[in-house]
């Protein structure tokens, strides 16, 4: 038992995360608002409502 360690557990918490925050930019139309062409975070925020704080948390964990 002293030789189990928590990263597997560690790898798909990670993975679960990461699967959730493109659900979330997928859900509030960050990859389509990004298809037309650049935009800023407030440009973005604008257009379609969406809090700057929420649209920086996914766009910096989507692109990571």
């Not at 995360?17 to 997928?26: D, I, N």
């Not at 379609?48 to 929420?54: A, D, H, N, Q, S």
Request: no cysteine; glycine share 8%.
């Amino acid at each position: 038992m002293a030789d189990l360690k928590p990263d597997p557990i560690f790898q798909v918490a990670s993975g679960y995360l990461a699967a959730k925050h493109l659900f979330v930019a997928a859900e509030i139309g960050l990859f389509e608002k990004l298809a037309e062409g650049p935009a800023t975070l407030e440009e973005i925020g604008q257009q379609t409502g969406i809090p700057l704080r929420t649209l920086r948390i996914t766009a910096e964990t989507a692109s990571a």
